[in-house]
């Protein structure tokens, strides 16, 4: 129990509350009124003493006492105080105990427990502990500010400010063990933070956060101290920051911090180093010019680097410390990224150290790579360093190691100093191949590509990277002038060493290997191009010997040799010589087509400058084409095609010009396309003549084309067109053998297919067979086409297509067979694909089959084998294949059959045999009445009920005529309800006409016809098992059936009169 809290809180407890005074008053005022004054007055000094009595049943009993809170609230009986007052009293009490733990500025975490335990001996709920803690906020802050400034509390350090921030946290923690929701946290806290001289909520919680963290940083060292006594695990920390408040980021960040001093501690290393400030004493000084600072910083680098090496090999973990740490790791509930951070944060100092010094033993060769490799290694595993973070330092390593050379490279490189530089790139490039042996004992795959790890110019922090680009490129000039050899005569050359260096220094400096290339070119293009030049202008002059190709060769050789040059820089200076000469050539070659000799003076370029034919195809068909674009319009003559014998001259052509063979196809389709032109457009201005009338033509064309006359000066008589449809076919006829017999067609094997052939017989008698074989499928293409050329629109090339194919239709001359082998041909010809080739047949032969098929079946009322054969020799004709041919004769009789059933519905009342026909012929094509030709449900039902009515009513149709309406009734495609339904209805209809005149019979004394009218009505009711449904006056009934009972029944089998006799009972509802 706190001394101090208590007996303040019992001292406090004395002196009544300013609230139980004005309770005395009243009560005394009243009392006086009652005139009780005596026994009042006694009763207040009672209760004025019952709040020392809690303050002294506490201290008797404890706080944390077994019966301390009954003790208190028997007080409530003893001293007979009321339950709000007993209330305020405790609440007041509570008060005063915060306020004596908040004057001793030492905070506790006991004090939190005995808060806790004061607040159950009291039996306070949350607002009454809120209320306390207001009140004592309040009190509190004004008894400090009596004698302490505010000024003074702003000061961290000081006694009160210290009370007051342990106030917080007891505030804090008590609210928050009392489980308060968050508003209701927020409101009562934020009342104590404003009582607190007018604090906001974040600055209150901050404050109360800083008396907790020092609570939990004892408990974190207590828990280093006593790690190998297995004393202290994770849930003890857990446990203590729920009591504390320390939320799971704070844990962390205090988590690492421990695992870090004891990083250090395991280390032999202080918990903080110090590190000493130098003052400059020249800091305030303004810095002029440009030159200073560089004077200056140049001053400080010279200082660093005289500045010894601490000597740190000795520091290491101790025996012991991987298994302290990895527990402490547990504990902490650190992970191994953050544990493995603060290991590295602390000892990458002195593995650098190490791993510099030895890096530049090895670059001076005092160290082979792999004992480098190991000592480096060797530390690392000193230090507990992984692989991960090793390979980050070591690159910064060896970026600072080989920075080094560099950078005093560069000081030469700026003052021209061309031997220094090279001497000293040379050992940087030694000095980079020793850093990259070092790491190939490390087997890292990160590093083998090795200058884009280390040598990025771009990356400040890299080898190069301080470097600027002028800077690179200076010293990169310098290396390479100092790298090309003279020899005494003053020939230049690089040799092989000297390359391979240079590309290792681009890599070193940043410097792509196309900027070296240009660089070489710059420097080595001149003497190149002038030893090309010379070679070309020598063979260009004729009489080119082995001899003479040969001497060439080798002087471009030697310069190659000498200056190392990549093949790709030789073809780019004699590729446009190459195109030189072809172009002086063909300005002095007469006709511009090159002789024999000139062929064999480029023949002799290309091999001296060693150009493949093909690289320079292009230049060959740019110089020459339109000469072999010549040669082949001159081949075509005035007909158009060029003949066998003219093919083998083209051939040799094209190879003198040196024109590639798709050039040459290109410049043949050209040439045949400018020919096809206007053979196309005089095809599509006839066609526009066949359909257009004059005016549409005007109107089309711009021009006023008056009355069409013939030659003969007539008019044109007929259709519009009729004088002109021979002349177009001609023309057609022949745009279609120029472009087959000129070869446009392009034919290519796209599959294979199994065909039956039919094999002779091996020997006279013997048995013809038959075998199957595959034969490709070809494809044709048509690289020209009308609409390609755009000399006729789609619109018009489909036109000239149908009229070609209703002209090879309807021709009855020995050319309708030509007529129809070409359909395909010329719709290739105009563009169109095979589809829209497929529809113009389709929609011709959809008129075709439907006049031929109206006119077949009006005749004879269905297709013959005959028609059939007809119909197909049609859909070859017309291209139409076999399934598109079905479905258009489907469509056609399905159009027939609808016409006919309108015709028969509509008539009038068709008979029962007609509609019979009609059902059956439709069952005979296949057609369904409903889905095909097109009648409604209602016309189906109506039509059976046509067919059975005269059947019924006669007595042809009986109820054991069940399959021959079962025939009906599915032949016209109804369900069997629907049936069931209509003959119900039709019997109900029947029966009941039939019963009226029976009545009519029998009221007029007709007995005879009344009984004949009862027969018909015994046929009904055996349809429907006598249940007619009728409702029969009786005496009615049994008169009837009386008379139907003794009419004549011989010749009838018994049987049947009983049957008949039954249904018709049953039928009038006569009992039995």
């Known amino acids: 129990v706190a001394a101090v809290p208590l007996s303040y809180a019992l001292g406090a407890a004395m002196t009544p509350s300013r609230r139980l005074a004005a309770r005395a008053v009243g009560g005394v005022v009243a009392a006086v009124t009652a005139g009780g004054v005596g026994k009042n007055a006694v009763e207040e000094d009672v209760r004025r003493s019952c709040p020392s ?20 609230d028997r007080l409530k009986e003893d001293y007979g105080v009321e339950e709000e007052d007993f209330t305020t009293m405790k609440t007041e009490v509570y008060s005063v105990y915060l306020v004596g733990m908040a004057k001793n500025p030492l905070a506790k975490t006991a004090e939190l427990k005995e808060l806790s335990n004061l607040r159950e001996a009291l039996s306070l709920d949350n607002m009454q502990v809120g209320q306390a803690h207001a009140d004592a906020a309040k009190t509190f802050y004004r008894d400090v500010t009596r004698f302490t400034s505010v000024e003074e509390l702003d000061d961290e350090d000081h006694p009160d400010r210290v009370s007051l921030d342990k106030m917080l946290f007891l505030t804090e923690r008590a609210f928050r063990q009392g489980k308060e929701t968050d508003e209701a946290f927020t409101f009562e806290f934020s009342r104590v933070a404003k009582a607190l001289g007018e604090l906001s909520m974040s600055e209150a919680l901050e404050r109360a956060k800083d008396v907790a963290r020092p609570f939990y940083e004892r408990a974190l060292a207590s828990t280093r101290s006593k790690l190998e006594s297995g004393a202290v695990n994770s849930d003890m920390l857990r446990r203590a920051r729920v009591t504390l408040g320390i939320t799971d980021e704070e844990a962390k960040e205090m988590h690492v911090e421990s695992f870090a001093q004891e990083v250090r501690s395991q280390l032999g290393l202080p918990d903080e180093e110090e590190e000493e400030d130098e003052i400059d004493i020249n800091q305030d000084k303004r810095v002029e010019t440009v030159a200073e600072i560089e004077a200056k910083m140049q001053k400080m680098k010279e200082e660093a680097a005289s500045k010894p090496v601490e000597d740190t090999s000795a520091i290491k973990f101790k025996d012991g410390a991987f298994d302290q740490l990895s527990k402490l790791q547990e504990v902490l509930g650190l992970n191994d990224e953050d544990a493995d951070y603060e290991v590295a944060a602390a000892t990458e100092r ?18 082979d790579p792999a004992k480098a490799w190991g000592i480096i290694q060797s530390r690392q595993k000193e230090l507990f360093l992984k692989d991960s973070s090793m390979k980050s330092m070591m690159t910064s390593i060896i970026m600072q190691s080989l920075g080094k050379p560099l950078e005093k490279v560069n000081t030469f490189a700026r003052v021209n100093n061309a031997a220094a530089t090279y001497d000293g790139l040379i050992d940087a490039i030694a000095a980079k191949e020793t850093c990259k042996d070092v790491l190939k004992e490390a087997g890292w795959s990160e590093f083998e590509d090795f200058e884009k790890a280390c040598f990025d110019p771009f990356d400040k922090a890299s080898a190069c990277g301080f470097l600027t680009n002028m800077d690179r490129h200076n010293m990169y000039q310098m290396f390479f002038q100092r790298s090309v050899k003279v020899d005494e005569e003053g020939g230049k050359s690089i040799s092989d060493e000297a390359k391979a260096r240079m590309k290792e220094l681009r890599g070193m400096l940043g410097i792509s290997d196309e900027e070296g290339e240009n660089q070489i070119r710059n420097f080595f293009g001149p003497e190149l191009q002038s030893v090309l030049v010379a070679a070309v202008e020598e ?7 082995d001899v003479l190709l040969q001497n060439m060769k080798d002087k471009i050789g030697s310069v190659i040799s000498n200056f190392q040059l990549e093949d790709e820089m030789v073809r780019s200076y004699a590729g446009p010589l190459y195109n030189r000469a072809v172009e002086q050539i063909a300005s002095t070659a007469p006709g511009g087509i090159p002789s024999k000799d000139q062929v064999e003076t480029l023949a ?11 690289d320079v195809y292009e230049v060959h068909s740019n110089t020459f084409g339109s000469q072999y674009n010549k040669g082949i319009k001159e081949a075509l003559g005035t007909t158009g095609v060029i003949r066998e014998e003219f093919r083998a001259p083209l051939e040799d052509l094209k190879s003198r010009l040196g024109v590639s063979d798709q050039a040459a196809k290109d410049i043949y389709l050209e040439a045949l396309s400018e020919r096809m ?7 599509s201005n006839e066609m526009e003549r066949l359909v257009l009338t004059n005016d549409q033509l005007a109107q089309k064309r711009g021009d006023d084309y008056g009355e069409d006359y013939f030659k003969s000066g007539q008019k044109a008589s007929g259709k519009l067109g009729l004088g002109t449809d021979g002349n177009i076919m001609s023309d057609i006829m022949n745009l279609i053998d120029f472009y087959v017999e000129n070869d446009i067609v392009e034919k290519s094997a796209v599959g294979t297919k199994k065909v039956e052939k039919k094999v002779p017989a091996d020997e006279e008698g013997g048995e013809e067979k038959t075998i199957t074989v595959e034969e490709p499928v070809y494809e044709s293409a048509y690289p020209i086409t009308a609409m390609g050329l755009q000399c006729i629109d789609e619109k018009v090339a489909e036109l000239c297509y149908r009229q070609f194919v209703v002209s090879s239709f309807t021709d009855q001359s020995p050319n309708a067979a030509r007529y129809e082998a070409s359909k395909a041909t010329f719709g290739g010809i105009l563009g169109l694909t095979a589809e829209k080739m497929e529809e113009i047949g389709s929609n011709i032969g959809g008129m075709v089959y439907d006049n031929y098929i109206t006119q077949s079946m009006s005749t004879k009322g269905a297709l013959d084998q005959q028609d059939m054969m007809f119909l197909a020799n049609i859909q070859g004709k017309l291209g139409i294949s076999a399934e598109k041919g079905e479905q258009m004769m489907l469509d056609t009789q399905k159009k027939i059959i609808s016409e006919e059933a309108s015709a028969l519905l509509d008539a009038g009342s068709p008979t029962p045999e007609q509609i019979k026909a009609f059902r059956e012929k439709c069952n005979s094509m296949g057609l369904d009445l409903e889905t095909d030709v097109g009648l409604s449900k209602s016309r ?10 005269p059947g019924i009513d006669s007595g042809d149709i009986t109820i054991e005529s069940a399959e021959q309406l079962q025939e009906i009734q599915e032949s016209l495609g109804l369900s069997e309800e629907e049936g069931e339904e209509v003959i119900a209805t039709l019997i109900q209809e029947r029966a009941n006409g039939v019963l009226a005149d029976v009545v009519g019979c029998m009221l007029r004394g007709m007995d005879a016809v009344a009984v004949e009218s009862m027969e018909v009505l015994v046929q009904y009711a055996a349809f429907v098992d006598g249940d007619l449904g009728f409702e029969v006056e009786e005496s009615n009934a049994n008169k009837a059936y009386n008379m139907f009972e003794n009419k004549d029944w011989s010749g009838v089998d018994e049987e049947e009169v009983e049957r008949q006799k039954a249904l018709l009972k049953k039928a009038l509802g006569v009992s039995a």
């Open 53 to 72: 009595a809690i303050a002294s049943r506490l201290v008797e009993l404890g706080v944390d006492g077994d019966f301390v809170s009954d003790g208190i």
């Open 677 to 683: 032109k206007p053979m196309i457009e005089y095809i």
């Open 940 to 949: 189906l039902v109506s039509m059976f009920s046509m067919e059975i009515t």
């Open 539 to 545: 063979v260009t002059r004729g009489n080119t010997t």
């Open 604 to 614: 002799s370029l290309r091999e001296l400058l060693s150009i493949a034919m093909e």
């Open 350 to 367: 002195y593995w650098r150290n190490t791993a510099l010094q030895t890096l530049d033993d090895a670059i001076a060769g005092t160290k």
